[in-house]
């Protein structure tokens, strides 16, 4: 990654994450039954479901009650994470450690407003 912002004056810093690095050169496995391949689909699907809970949320409740809305949403998000779960026989645990995973190899996730 390279930062560098509008008023400075030195030559941009090179930062490289020696996390994703190392990911890079790791051979892919299975992990809880499921391939690298798999896991990155559970990835995008977990991101997904999120991304449904809150467009739903606020399609249907207004912004002026807002903590009905985020009641809402995460109510959303649990139930489409939770038929996810079921799918691929998954436990939370399971599902937090792929999505930790994707993190750190910088898997990419759908882009907002995208359909499962």
Partial sequence: MIAKGVSDKREPRVMISQERLAALTQTPENRFGLSETLRKQVYRE??????????????????????????????????????????????QDQAGKIVLEGAQKGWPAPTTGAKQ
Avoid: N
């Fill in 46 to 91: 977990i991101a997904a479901a999120e991304d449904r809970g809150t467009r739903e949320a606020m399609a249907r409740v207004p912004d002026s009650r807002i903590k009905e809305q985020a009641k809402l949403e995460d109510a959303l998000q649990e139930k489409y994470k939770a038929e996810l779960l079921r799918k691929y026989k998954l436990t």
